[in-house]
């Protein structure tokens, strides 16, 4: 996930609804990112909305690469709380919650759906390493899930599985960037890749801290790699035809990520120095094709 502007670069609280919506899209999706090329697929009546509940999203998530000290990072997801309580109350004074407050009304979200996004900061605020794959699966489904099921009722949707479904999707995008984001992880002091497995495959946090190469990294990173394409590809299919259109942005993002991981797997994963990404071209048409 890429770090954007922080808070102090916002717009104030007098922001125009154009501004305010201007500044989502520059938040959540910039041209050339994967979520520019997802949101494409959808009406462009629904892409404001969209993009804002994905800039929230990411300015959540966005807390633990910008903020180094704890007690602010804690203090920054503290004020966005309470933010959460303006916006529900009527009077957000973000430009992001000023864009959600119409959405809210519109799409019926719950402040509950909000808040669980927010889990997903504090969990990367309190640990750095995962003991084993049950700790690692709760926090894709809090970074990942959350989110993904909090977009999918602005997709739009009429099967009622589909808000859990979307959430299983995000989930397990979210595990197949721990593949393609492996070294900006590192480097910023993450090795999500659960503890018992590095131990399995003789792999250390340090190892890949400090870009160390090797057959048993390499190994490593095709069984991780290998599990995350497929739980992509279950998930993906598990989500109800007469909900895959409106569902396209999620369907595209999956796409994206399996073409990403392909691409990884296709440098041998050299990814501890570098950051591997797809062309803009096979991102459009990656995310034109996702059905």
Same mark, same amino acid.
């Given at each position: 996930?890429?770090? *954007?502007? +922080?808070?102090?670069?916002?717009?104030?609280?007098?922001?125009?609804?154009?501004?305010?919506?201007?500044?989502?899209?520059?938040?959540?999706?910039?041209?050339?990112?994967?979520?520019?090329?997802?949101?494409?697929?959808?009406?462009? $009546?629904?892409?404001?909305?969209?993009?804002?509940? *994905?800039?929230?999203?990411?300015?959540?998530?966005?807390?633990?690469? &910008?903020?180094?000290?704890?007690?602010?990072?804690?203090?920054?997801?503290?004020?966005? @709380?309470?933010?959460?309580? @303006?916006?529900?109350?009527?009077?957000?004074?973000?430009?992001? /919650?000023?864009?959600?407050?119409?959405?809210?009304?519109?799409?019926?979200? $719950?402040?509950?759906?909000?808040?669980?996004?927010?889990?997903?900061?504090?969990?990367?605020?309190?640990?750095?390493?995962?003991?084993?794959?049950?700790?690692? /699966?709760?926090?894709?489904?809090?970074?990942? !899930?959350?989110?993904?099921?909090?977009?999918?009722?602005?997709?739009?949707?009429?099967?009622?599985?589909?808000?859990?479904?979307?959430?299983?999707?995000?989930?397990?995008?979210?595990? !197949?960037?721990?593949? $393609?984001?492996?070294? =900006?992880?590192? @480097?910023?002091?993450?090795?999500?890749?659960?503890?018992?497995?590095?131990?399995?495959?003789? =792999?250390? &946090?340090?190892?890949?801290?400090?870009?160390?190469?090797?057959?048993?990294?390499?190994?490593?990173?095709?069984?991780?790699?290998?599990?995350?394409?497929?739980?992509? =590809?279950?998930?993906?299919?598990?989500?109800?035809?007469?909900?895959? @259109?409106?569902?396209?942005?999620?369907?595209?993002?999956?796409?994206?990520?399996?073409?990403?991981?392909?691409?990884?797997?296709?440098?041998?994963?050299?990814?501890?120095?570098?950051?591997?990404?797809? +062309?803009?071209?096979?991102?459009?048409?990656? &995310?034109?094709?996702?059905?």
């Amino acid at each position: 996930m890429q770090p *954007h502007e +922080t808070a102090d670069d916002t717009p104030g609280p007098a922001a125009s609804p154009a501004q305010a919506n201007e500044y989502c899209r520059q938040k959540a999706g910039p041209p050339g990112s994967a979520l520019y090329y997802a949101l494409l697929q959808l009406p462009p $009546s629904k892409r404001d909305t969209a993009y804002a509940v *994905h800039a929230f999203s990411q300015e959540i998530g966005d807390i633990h690469a &910008a903020v180094h000290d704890p007690g602010v990072a804690h203090a920054k997801l503290d004020w966005w @709380r309470q933010e959460l309580a @303006r916006l529900f109350a009527g009077t957000p004074a973000h430009p992001v /919650t000023r864009a959600l407050a119409p959405v809210v009304k519109q799409s019926a979200l $719950s402040r509950e759906a909000f808040e669980a996004v927010l889990h997903g900061a504090e969990m990367d605020l309190s640990q750095m390493r995962y003991l084993d794959f049950v700790g690692l /699966t709760h926090y894709c489904d809090a970074a990942g !899930g959350a989110p993904a099921e909090l977009a999918a009722h602005v997709y739009g949707f009429d099967d009622p599985q589909t808000p859990a479904l979307a959430r299983a999707l995000g989930h397990a995008i979210t595990l !197949g960037r721990r593949v $393609s984001d492996a070294g =900006v992880d590192a @480097r910023a002091g993450y090795v999500y890749f659960p503890i018992d497995e590095l131990q399995r495959f003789g =792999v250390t &946090a340090a190892d890949i801290q400090n870009g160390k190469y090797s057959p048993a990294f390499v190994d490593l990173m095709k069984f991780q790699h290998a599990r995350a394409r497929q739980a992509i =590809v279950e998930a993906a299919a598990a989500i109800p035809t007469r909900d895959r @259109r409106k569902q396209r942005p999620l369907l595209a993002l999956a796409a994206l990520q399996l073409a990403l991981m392909d691409e990884v797997a296709a440098s041998d994963y050299q990814v501890l120095h570098q950051r591997i990404d797809l +062309t803009p071209l096979r991102k459009f048409w990656k &995310a034109w094709r996702a059905r």
